[in-house]
């Protein structure tokens, strides 16, 4: 536990402060909260919505590659990373609407016109899915390692109380949680930062919403293109099982699985998701 050099702890840090100071900043005090917003790129924007404990940086692997093709748009969602949060307690269930709609006046704020393209990873795919049908414009939605299925879940390790424990322990207990529940391999240095200092600045408690069956109810009514991805060692999903259960006898829909990949799909795999990504959001 805890192998990496200072020089890969220096690493990590250095790449995501060099993507942060790539982008544009925003911040936007919409819909009853005061949110963060990073751009990347030009094109048909692409909207990147982070996991549950997450923040802009589950994308760190593919903002570099996506952002060849597309407008890279990715906030901190209220109550995650950079953003501020609504003056709810943290189990409120009043927090996902609130959060959904300061989400759609931000994209309506920073993509007011033309088409654009919307992707979620984890309890971001089940976010994407309540935000696709308030987005007209919308051309194809992205789910990856999708929340809000419903269904069978294969994780059985118990997470770690990291909280409780402070320095060395507690990055100890991080990345036991991040190995169990995020990767099917070791984590690297990065994946602990990322892991980390999201997780540090997580006050939206969205495990409920990511376990039930909301995504199903969400994408009833769309209609156009969704593209679903996990991989093949997601603990979050049964995914063949998941994918039938979403696909909703809809022509429009279809899905693949990711060999060699845990839950964090687009981290573990980036050149398979980003080639994936560009290659179906630019048949639109």
């Known amino acids: 536990m805890l192998h990496f050099s200072p020089a890969e702890v220096e690493a990590a840090a250095a790449l995501v402060a060099q993507w942060d100071d790539r982008a544009t900043h925003?911040?936007?005090?919409?819909?009853?909260?005061?949110?963060?917003?990073?751009?990347?790129?030009?094109?048909?924007?692409?909207?990147?919505?982070?996991?549950?404990?997450?923040?802009?940086?589950?994308?760190?692997?593919?903002?570099?590659?996506l952002s060849l093709h597309f407008q890279v748009i990715a906030p901190d969602l209220a109550g995650f990373g950079d953003s501020a949060d609504f003056e709810l307690e943290a189990?409120?269930?009043a927090r996902l609407q609130r959060l959904v709609e300061s989400l759609r006046l931000g994209v309506e704020h920073l993509a007011p016109a033309g088409p654009l393209?919307?992707?979620?990873?984890?309890?971001?795919?089940?976010?994407?899915?309540?935000?696709a049908s308030q987005l007209p414009r919308l051309q194809r939605l992205a789910l990856l390692g999708c929340g809000g299925h419903g269904g069978t879940r294969r994780d059985q390790t118990p997470m770690l109380d990291w909280r409780s424990h402070?320095?060395?322990?507690?990055?100890q207990a991080l990345q036991q949680n991040v190995e169990a529940f995020m990767l099917s391999c070791p984590a690297d240095a990065l994946a602990l930062y990322v892991h980390g200092h999201a997780c540090e600045r997580?006050?939206?408690?969205?495990?409920?919403?990511?376990?039930s069956p909301l995504l199903l109810q969400a994408l009833q009514h769309f209609d156009q293109p969704v593209l679903m991805v996990w991989g093949d060692e997601d603990?979050?999903?049964?995914?063949?099982?998941?994918a039938q259960t979403l696909t909703q006898d809809k022509s429009t829909r279809d899905w693949t699985i990711?060999?060699?990949?845990?839950?964090?799909?687009?981290?573990?795999?980036?050149?398979?998701?980003n080639t994936l990504l560009a290659s179906w959001l630019k048949v639109a």
């Open 91 to 93: 189990h409120d269930p």
């Open 166 to 171: 402070e320095g060395v322990p507690r990055w």
């Open 258 to 273: 990711v060999a060699g990949a845990g839950h964090w799909v687009q981290y573990e795999r980036p050149d398979a998701i």
């Open 202 to 211: 997580t006050r939206f408690r969205s495990k409920a919403f990511s376990r």
């Open 26 to 65: 925003h911040v936007l005090a919409l819909g009853g909260c005061e949110t963060r917003w990073r751009i990347w790129g030009t094109g048909t924007p692409l909207v990147l919505i982070h996991g549950g404990h997450g923040s802009w940086m589950h994308w760190i692997r593919n903002i570099e590659a």
């Open 235 to 242: 603990v979050t999903a049964i995914p063949t099982e998941a």
């Open 117 to 131: 393209h919307l992707a979620g990873f984890s309890f971001g795919g089940a976010v994407a899915g309540l935000l």
